[in-house]
């Protein structure tokens, strides 16, 4: 599924008016027609005999005076209830509401709760229907207002079925819908595309069944990558997974190096090694120091061995690994930054940056920018990823997209931002959001399977398959076999070791995921 953000389709519209010569009022006329007939099949004129439409001033007003003129036609008795004079209207909502006084259409203007209060007293919730037209998605700031809170709070409670035109009015990609107020729709009739606010956290409940409609933004627009972001789709990776010959050996599966563990923490190490295995990867072999060289092998003896003193060490065997892992349990310290800056010098191959050999770019980033024909990937939490820019938890939080897909064009890095619904942004602008995973997937070691599950995947199928195809994958399955897991487990009792385990079933029961987005159309 694509995704818009709301100032993409903002530019959208712009250019289809500006560039293609489509005049404004002929979008809103054709976004109309088509929310017109998505409420009409909801709520049936045999049924809902009335459509009360809430009027903002903006062109999410003129949507609503348009549709409710739509409506009429089809039956419907309509009544308009403006919320700010038509002196203040827009030019576009000029021009409709201009059209209703001349159709003698049924509008008043309000000024207080308590008027609104009488026009629902007046209604009966059996028969009649709402219809959000006040706000869109321009909004830029939660609402917090003396009248439009207590308003939604009102229309929320009153017992009326609604109909939001393009989005709930309150909801916004630009902060969180806990930020605000907001009305909550029973279905939701969007323009051209869905937008990042319709579907997230968790396919947004307050826009009940979401539907799209056509407005006649011509294709050569519409199709460019660039303005989307996607939802993951294990259609998109399938290939991947395919039977293996008959005749293959290890050798055809990739040998990654993992660079991490510590005396003090072994078990990251252990966990992203496991993981890369896990993965499908025909070998893997661990750099550890002398003193931590029994761990690994005592835990798993599919891990091998390589001992190091310093780098030079691991440098000379380059040439016998296809992707490496480096940062899990290494330490946040001068020694690690160094490391990782030299061997980001020397590596020659995809190199995944996790843990500690992200926290050190505290010390230092800017070398992330010199040229190289290697690909970077970094898999930061939202702590690390605000270390990384200086970003707040906060602003990270309310913002992951954009920021996520900022620093990867910066640094022409591929950024995976774990956590719920987590992120990969790639260097050429590109955004993918994945939908598996749950709450117990929060614990001790997780990231850890992550990376190791990602470092796998690539060691087999790159450079054959394309990064964003393989962290697609990555992504979905680690989440997916912490969804299995959890059926076990349950959350509170999920550890790292669980999603190792059920790496194997999330490839094998790929086929019966579901997506949890209610999308109608």
Known sequence: MKLLTSRWMKELDSRAIDEIGIPSIVLMENASRGAADVFARYFPEDQYRKAIILVGKGNNGGDGLATGRMLWQKGYDVEFIL?????????????????????????????????????????????????????????????????????????NASGFKIAAIDIPSGLSDNFLPEEGDHLKADVTATFQCPKIAHIFPDGNSSCGK?????????????ENDSYYVRIISADEFGELFRERAIEAHKGNFGHCLNVSGSIEKPGAGILSSVAILKSGAGLCTIAVSAENRTVAVQSHPEIMILLYEKLDDI??????????????????????????????????????????????????????????DFPIILTPHPGEFSRLTGFSIAKIRGNRIGLSRDFAMDY???????????????????????????????????????????????????????????????????????????????????MASDILEYIPSAFLYCDDFRTQFPFSG
Do not use: W
């Not at 207080?112 to 959000?132: M, P, R, W």
């Not at 394309?466 to 997916?480: D, M, R, T, W, Y």
């Open 83 to 155: 919320l700010s004079p038509p002196e203040k209207l827009k030019p576009d909502p000029k021009i409709n509401f201009n059209i209703v006084k001349e159709l003698n259409l049924a509008f008043r203007v309000v000024n207080s709760i308590n008027e609104i209060k009488e026009i629902l007293k007046a209604g009966c919730v059996h028969d009649t229907f709402l219809v959000d037209a006040i706000f869109g998605t321009g909004i830029n700031q939660p609402v917090h207002e003396p009248f439009l809170s207590p308003l939604f709070a009102l229309l």
């Open 210 to 222: 979401l539907e799209v409609v056509d407005i006649g933004i011509p294709k050569t627009l519409i």
């Open 315 to 372: 440098i000379q065997k380059m040439g016998e690994f296809n992707c490496v892992l480096m940062g899990p349990g290494l330490g946040n310290t001068k020694k690690t930054y160094e490391m990782t800056v030299e061997f980001i010098q020397y590596a020659g191959m995809p190199i995944v940056l996790d843990a500690d050999s992200i926290n050190i770019f505290e010390m230092g980033k800017e070398f992330l920018k010199v040229k190289r």
């Open 412 to 494: 022409r890095v591929y950024l995976v931002l774990k956590g719920h619904h987590t992120v990969i942004a790639t260097p050429d602008g590109k955004v993918y959001i994945n939908e598996t995973g749950n709450a117990g997937m929060a614990t001790a070691g997780s990231g850890d399977v992550l990376a190791g599950l990602i470092t796998g995947l690539i060691g087999q199928f790159y450079p054959a398959q394309s990064l964003e195809k393989i962290l697609q994958a990555a992504v979905f399955f680690h989440g997916f076999a912490g969804d299995l897991a959890k059926e076990h487990t349950g959350e509170m009792g999920l």
